[in-house]
């Protein structure tokens, strides 16, 4: 990590140690313009070091060196030492784990996990979700400028409230979604949606069954429910809100919020707010169901995977933890059982069209290869072996179920790779984007970008269902009274804000 304020950040974590944590790491991204090395079983590393305690680091020495790519040490003989955690052991941990090494992919679940650890978790610790108050006024707003500076205001004001309330947190996490800042108007598209294509097909044989992963607030809930109670009180007797929520932080959220919101109220009999992990599912449901999934997907664990260039053969990305809790990640050529699926399935499903880390040409390839300086291993590329999964619970549990799922089809500052996440953190209240993946847990937010082509055509391979993908603005138009979110001027925010979004729905 290159800034100043990344440098900042972690010697401000030094001065407020969360329980269980030794100290606050700093990571640098791990770049395949290095030569890798083979270890006796084939791994491949990328690494950079600094002195260590369980290396003979003096007890006077800075604990703080900012790493560098610059001869890196080589941590073999940990790697070879040091057991395999499992997601499922992580799952059981009160403290940070050191001296374990793990796949990249339960590296980051175990990060999603401690981000609802109660002990140092992100959301139960740092990060608070906005809520903007009164919806905006966007007819009475001159343009899109306007609406920013508005917004920009209501952000100040509202962390300016929990600054006197809290006292100044320089880490806080503050977070916002398109249902908080276009209420009601998001939530009564997708309602529009459910109600529509709930009257056309299962009316009036079954109800309205609804299920929403991932709901933060609830507020989607409870605009859908006020639309659908308004609209059509007949869909609304036999309407359902089912919300699976991991976070028990977030649930009990939830729970105040509809107690605490007067208009609200009668929706309680409506809904069901369920403490689990989808992952975690084990209850058949044979009705017809929608189930919704807005902005789920860029949080789902990914695999890391490398390319020999040479053999076109995949490595699969593994982190390692040392007695000091720094990240070193390795590439090994055997594929665990879950990523080695994904690759078949995806190959079947795309008919082998699709897009790949490195030159499809083999002569482009082989020139790759001479270049000074070349790495023998390509650019990773990032996985959704978790998304996987989520699809083999939906086929499972929730046959008669239709997918409404929004979604980044692109973000901007990510890591490099392809597929790559943007991992960032929030620092006196500006956002501050790193460069790797293998973060301190609890502090940092990774959100990944989803190839909507990919995904469509294994989510048919696996469910056997017709889909339609559309970007989010063509949603919108369709389903959304977009003159409800137009400026004087005739732009239109709720458009042009989530240009990189996309919107994937079962026919």
């Known amino acids: 990590m290159d800034s100043p304020i990344v440098a900042q950040i972690f010697r401000q974590l030094f001065h407020h140690r969360p329980p269980g944590c030794k100290g606050v790491r700093n990571l640098a991204g791990l770049r395949n313009g290095l030569r890798t090395t083979i270890v006796s079983h084939q791994s491949r590393f990328y690494v950079a070091g600094r002195p260590s305690s369980d290396r003979g680091m003096k007890k006077n020495e800075s604990r703080w060196q900012q790493r560098t790519n610059i001869l890196p040490q080589d941590r073999s003989a940990e790697f070879a030492e040091y057991p395999y955690i499992s997601i499922d052991e992580l ?18 679940d175990g990060m999603t996990l401690d981000l609802y650890n109660p002990s140092y978790g992100y959301f139960s610790k740092q990060a608070v979700i906005f809520s903007p108050g009164e919806p905006f006024d966007f007819n009475s707003m001159r343009d899109e400028i306007e609406f920013q500076a508005e917004l920009g205001r209501r952000y100040t004001e509202f962390e300016d409230i929990l600054d006197e309330r809290e006292g100044e947190n ?37 109800d309205l069954l609804i299920y929403e992963m991932g709901a933060g607030r609830g507020t989607l809930m409870l605009n859908i429910l006020d639309y659908i109670r308004e609209v059509d009180p007949q869909v609304y007797a ?79 990305g593994h982190v ?84 409404v799922t929004s979604d980044f089809d692109w973000l901007p500052q990510a890591v490099k790779g392809m597929n790559a996440p943007v991992v960032q953190t929030r620092y006196h209240r500006k956002m501050v984007p790193v460069t790797t993946p293998l973060v301190h847990q609890g502090y940092f937010d990774i959100l990944f970008p989803t190839d909507f082509r990919v995904t469509e055509a294994i989510y048919r391979a696996i469910t056997g269902k017709l889909t339609r993908v559309m970007s989010h603005g063509d949603f919108m138009r369709k389903w959304a009274y977009v003159e409800d979110t137009e400026t004087r001027s005739g732009e239109n925010p709720l458009i042009s804000n989530y240009r990189n979004a996309s919107v994937l729905v079962t026919v």
């Not at 320089?170 to 997708?190: C, D, K, N, S, V």
């Not at 649930?251 to 929706?267: E, M, V």
């Not at 059982?337 to 482009?364: C, D, E, I």
């Open 91 to 108: 799952k059981q941990r009160t403290e940070r784990p050191r001296k374990v090494k793990m796949l990249l992919r339960d590296f980051i």
């Open 320 to 403: 390692l933890i040392d007695g000091d809790g720094d990240f070193y990640e390795f590439y090994a050529h055997e594929l665990d059982p879950l990523a080695a699926r994904y690759f078949r399935v995806r190959h079947a499903a795309t008919g082998g069209n699709y897009p790949k880390p490195y030159p499809s040409n083999a002569v482009l390839r082989y020139l790759s290869t001479k270049m000074p300086f070349a790495a023998n291993l390509s650019d990773p590329e990032f996985i959704p072996t978790r998304l996987m999964q989520f699809f083999d619970v939906l086929e499972k549990y929730f046959p008669g179920h239709r997918l």
């Open 170 to 206: 320089p880490t806080r996490q503050l977070w916002h979604t398109p249902t908080e800042l276009f209420r009601p108007y998001y939530g009564e598209a997708i309602a529009r949606y459910l109600v529509t294509n709930y009257r056309l097909t299962t009316y009036p044989y079954h």
């Open 238 to 316: 036999r309407t359902k809100f089912n919300i699976i929520e991991i976070s028990s932080t977030l649930a009990a959220l939830q729970n105040r919020h509809l107690l605490s919101t007067a208009a609200s109220r009668g929706h309680a009999d409506k809904v069901e707010i369920i403490n689990r992990s989808i992952f975690d599912w084990d209850q058949y449901v044979p009705s017809p169901c929608f189930f919704l999934a807005m902005e789920v997907f860029d949080n789902f664990s990914h695999d890391g995977i490398r390319y020999d260039v040479a053999t076109e053969q995949p490595l699969q």
